[in-house]
């Protein structure tokens, strides 16, 4: 019979404790520098946001009603952000419309019907997406999405009688939206396969055994189930593609202008400070410190938007033993 006794020493009850307590304190350590940096962000937007309305020339019902956004042109400058949110909603409701249901879809065959061989495959091929940088996806919009657009337009025009309203050009806002929506695929097709998989299989074994298809347990039990965590997904990506700079930048456009056209020029509020940063405005001007006032309505967007999440996750959560 092996002696037990010479297997180790106990570890010492001061030493564990000591290694407890620096864990702890690690881990509070972390979360209080996360805070600290939403704090500080919070705090330098806000501060130079009130710098930004005490210049004379800017007026906050302007800024909040105004339907014109010119303020580096012209002796008049005008400050409406609605043009800017015009743009930004653009872009995210083409992402929107092309990232949403075919993640979905794509969640839906890579848990409910694709073989574990399949899965293996080809979900992490499609989070690769996630790892391309975004000016990639910029410069893919420029050369490979607009061109195949621009193809269209004399059909556009030809359906329009010679006088169509929609017609291509170099910067629009529909390829800037495609290219956003393939950006965050990954996002929307990971985090609902993943929320898909959660639901217990007992709920499928039992849609099964009431004579359900494969299609209705995947539509009409677990697509419910998880919904969510699917909701949440969306808003994630959604909430990625209003904040997204790079893309806009490079194939939407420059021109701030409130329209619903997809193939029309538009500015972004996120495109419009990366123009202002590698400007030449100076620090101290308005135009400068009007950039920190649209970072500072982005950022009041994503947050709704992250809390809107919120209240869904806790509204529709299923828990399952």
């Not at 620090?283 to 809390?307: D, W």
């Amino acid at each position: 019979m092996r002696d037990l006794t010479k297997l180790g020493r106990p570890k010492s009850v001061a030493t564990r404790t000591l290694r407890e307590r620096l864990i702890v304190g690690s881990l509070a350590v972390a979360a209080t520098f996360s805070i600290l940096v939403t704090t500080t962000i919070v705090v330098v937007l806000a501060r130079e946001t009130i710098g930004f309305f005490e210049f004379p020339d800017v007026s906050l019902v302007e800024f909040f009603t105004g339907l014109e956004w010119n303020p580096l042109l012209g002796a008049e400058k005008h400050f409406g952000i609605w043009p800017l949110v015009s743009g930004t909603l653009l872009v995210t409701v083409i992402a929107a419309s092309f990232a949403l249901p075919v993640g979905l879809i794509s969640a839906i065959y890579l848990s409910e019907y694709a073989s574990p061989r399949v899965r293996a495959t080809l979900k992490p091929g499609l989070e690769i997406l996630a790892g391309i940088p975004t000016v990639v996806y910029g410069f893919f919009a420029l050369t490979v999405i607009t061109p195949l657009l621009q193809k269209a337009n004399p059909f556009l025009e030809t359906f329009g009688g010679g006088a169509a309203p929609i017609a291509f050009g170099n910067y629009n806002a529909m390829a800037a939206g495609l290219a956003t929506g393939i950006m965050i695929l990954p996002i929307v097709c990971s985090l609902s396969e993943d929320a898909l998989r959660a639901v217990p299989r007992s709920l499928r074994d039992g849609a099964f055994a009431l004579g359900g298809t494969r299609f209705d347990v995947s539509v009409k039990v677990v697509l419910p189930a998880a919904l969510s965590g699917i909701v949440a997904a969306f808003l994630l990506a959604i909430s990625r593609a209003v904040g997204e700079t790079m893309i806009v930048a490079l194939a939407a456009g420059g021109i701030a202008q409130i329209t619903a056209n997809p193939s029309a020029e538009v500015q972004t509020m996120t495109a419009y400070m990366v123009q202002i940063f590698l400007g030449d405005a100076p620090a101290t001007g308005v135009e400068y410190k009007s950039s920190y006032a649209v970072a500072a309505t982005l950022f009041v967007m994503t947050f709704v938007i992250t809390m809107i999440g919120q209240w869904v996750l806790r509204r529709f959560r299923e828990e399952y033993d």
